[in-house]
């Protein structure tokens, strides 16, 4: 009963029918009406109902309230999903003329770059209270760092201009002082674009949440090996497959797509 008890209502928190007497039982049982599936006429929510939602919420133990980064997680999600028109272009890259040893996130670093190159327009901020955009012309990218506590989006500067070894360092660093709970908040802001390799963890495509004021983000799958037809015969490849979402308010989709394009054909490269 736990799937039809604790549905969220199609209908919102806005129109919620339910009489003063349920109001003050769901209160009482501190049951969110807004989880609970009705069953009465006209989609009202009964006594039964609630009762049924307590029950399910006791059996899965207490609400914890979300705090620190969880919580920003949270809000920043929230902004994302109900203010960005957000569109995603998917593509692999054949990384099969790679040499053994090839860093991917140094590679996927250097290829936004390319990418920013082609398509200035995704290596932006927009503020929607002005309906106004900003261009960077240094590339900041925000890297996606999953930890127990929650998402961390830190930030590698002016990416363009490092060497692949100083971006190694510049990375390692960075996690380091995540994870360690040393980073300062000035390096958790400014970002132009973001990153998130999760394929090291797994999964191939996804769709990204854009989160104000970029405009843009990249995901990373899972390197896997994949058949494609090479020159008319099939042959196994190495595949990166990419995941590129996009504020469609400030993007367009031709400009999505020659990022992407300008992406692939870097990361195809053998150096």
């Not at 029918?17 to 501190?30: I, N």
């Not at 969880?70 to 999903?81: D, I, K, P």
């Not at 090839?102 to 390319?114: E, F, M, N, Q």
């Not at 127990?148 to 002016?158: A, E, K, M, N």
Request: glycine share 8%; net charge neutral; charged share 25%.
């Amino acid at each position: 009963e736990a799937p039809a008890a604790l549905a969220p209502a199609a209908h919102g928190g806005a129109g919620i029918r339910a009489t003063p007497a349920v109001r003050a039982l769901a209160r009482q049982l501190k049951v969110e009406l807004e989880m609970v599936t009705p069953s009465g006429a006209d989609g009202v929510i009964t006594r039964e109902d609630v009762q049924r939602a307590a029950r399910v919420l006791a059996e899965a133990g207490p609400a914890e309230a979300l705090r620190g980064v969880r919580r920003a997680m949270a809000q920043n999600m929230s902004l994302a999903q109900s203010e960005v028109a957000g569109a995603t272009v998917i593509d692999d890259a054949v990384i099969h003329a790679w040499p053994p040893g090839t860093d991917v996130t140094v590679r996927l670093i250097r290829a936004l770059v390319a990418g920013c190159r082609a398509a200035p327009a995704l290596n932006a901020w927009y503020e929607s209270h002005a309906m106004a955009r900003r261009l960077v012309p240094q590339v900041h990218v925000g890297i996606a760092v999953d930890l127990p506590d929650g998402l961390f989006v830190p930030v590698l500067r002016d990416v363009a201009n490092r060497s692949p070894d100083d971006l190694r360092q510049g990375l390692e660093r960075m996690r380091a002082d995540v994870r360690a709970r040393r980073i300062p908040p000035e390096e958790m802001r400014g970002h132009t674009i973001t990153l998130s390799n999760f394929g090291m963890i797994g999964g191939k495509y996804a769709s990204p949440l854009v989160v104000p004021p970029t405009v843009a983000i990249l995901g990373a799958g899972r390197v896997h090996e994949q058949v494609l037809a090479v020159d008319g015969a099939p042959a196994v490849r190495r595949v990166l497959p990419l995941s590129l979402s996009f504020d469609h308010r400030v993007v367009t989709g031709g400009e999505a797509a020659r990022f992407l394009k300008a992406v692939i054909d870097d990361l195809e490269r053998a150096d």
